[in-house]
């Protein structure tokens, strides 16, 4: 990244703007009965504040990500690369929606792919 002016964080609005995108996607990923079942005994309300902050930083901002360690929040909840293709299927919907460039939304999916290994527990490609 160059200047924090060009960072995707700013570029997507800030902080209240992810905090709504991820309250929009949350709302879609609810909605889907593939991916619903693991949120069931989730305090939400704490998710999205963890998710908000975790996207945040990982896009330029200036917050501190406090919660934990993505391969051991995800560990043994049997998440496949297919829900994690859902899950960032509802996050390019709500950019999408939003009128974000196309350019913009591969810079977010590029980068938060760069987690899936630690969501999935994945040591290789396949799966
Ligand atoms: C790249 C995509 C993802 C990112 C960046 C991400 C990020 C996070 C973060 C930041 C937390 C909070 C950890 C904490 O509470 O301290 C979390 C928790 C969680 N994630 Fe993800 N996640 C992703 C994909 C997924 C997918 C695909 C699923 C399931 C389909 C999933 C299921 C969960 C669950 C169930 C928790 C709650 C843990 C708990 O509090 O009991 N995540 N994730």
Redesign the pocket.
């Known amino acids: 990244m160059n200047s924090n002016e060009e960072t995707l964080y700013y570029r997507l609005g800030g902080s209240k703007e992810i905090r709504q995108i991820i309250d929009d996607m949350y709302d879609l990923v609810l909605a889907d009965p593939l ?1 619903s079942g ?2 069931e005994n ?2 939400m309300p ?2 999205r504040q ?2 908000s902050e ?2 945040a930083a990982a896009l330029g901002g200036p917050e501190k990500y406090g ?2 360690d ?1 391969p051991y ?2 560990a043994g ?1 049997g ?1 496949t690369s297919k ?2 293709t859902a ?2 299927g509802h996050l390019l919907t709500v950019l999408e929606n939003r009128g974000v460039s196309d350019n913009d939304i591969h810079g977010v999916v590029s980068r ?1 792919n760069t ?2 290994n630690d ?1 999935t527990g994945a040591t290789s490609s396949d799966g």
């Open positions: 991916l693991f949120f989730v305090d704490k998710q963890m998710q975790f996207i919660g934990l993505l929040a995800h909840r998440i829900h994690l899950f960032v938060i987690y899936a969501i």
